[in-house]
């Protein structure tokens, strides 16, 4: 998925927040942010679809990273990187083995 949106300038207020993202396909989709956090200097965010709530309560998330398009606006992206993407989804697992039952989306 190649998510891209508008981010806040403020970053602690996503959290909780609900979102509209754009898939390659153009179709939209509600997105819940449900942790962020900065790793060596880059926001990462984890975030689940509203409209996808399994039976068994274990939710998949997206984890999307911050970054400029080329007209200096901030958007979220998908992380391409595979060490990249597998350090950032560990550091999310640990964040969330406490907190509730998730798991990340590798699509």
Same mark, same amino acid.
């Not at 997105?31 to 984890?46: D, H, K, T």
């Not at 309560?57 to 993407?85: M, N, P, R, S, W």
């Given at each position: 998925?190649?998510?891209?949106?508008?981010?806040?300038?403020?970053?602690?207020?996503?959290?909780?927040?609900?979102?509209?993202?754009?898939?390659?396909?153009?179709?939209?989709?509600?997105?819940?942010?449900?942790?962020?956090?900065?790793?060596?200097?880059?926001?990462?965010?984890?975030?689940?679809?509203?409209? @996808?709530?399994?039976?068994?309560?274990?939710?998949?998330?997206?984890?999307?990273?911050?970054?400029?398009?080329?007209?200096?606006? @901030?958007?979220?992206?998908?992380?391409?990187? @595979?060490?990249?993407?597998?350090?950032?989804?560990?550091?999310?697992?640990?964040?969330?083995? @406490?907190?509730?039952?998730?798991?990340?989306?590798?699509?």
């Amino acid at each position: 998925m190649d998510e891209k949106n508008m981010i806040p300038e403020n970053e602690d207020a996503l959290q909780g927040e609900f979102y509209t993202l754009t898939d390659e396909d153009g179709n939209e989709l509600q997105f819940e942010v449900i942790g962020s956090a900065e790793l060596n200097g880059q926001m990462y965010y984890a975030m689940v679809p509203v409209d @996808d709530q399994p039976e068994d309560g274990v939710c998949e998330y997206v984890i999307l990273k911050a970054e400029k398009d080329e007209d200096g606006e @901030d958007i979220l992206v998908t992380v391409d990187d @595979d060490d990249e993407f597998d350090d950032v989804a560990d550091y999310f697992d640990d964040m969330f083995s @406490d907190e509730a039952d998730y798991d990340v989306n590798v699509d």
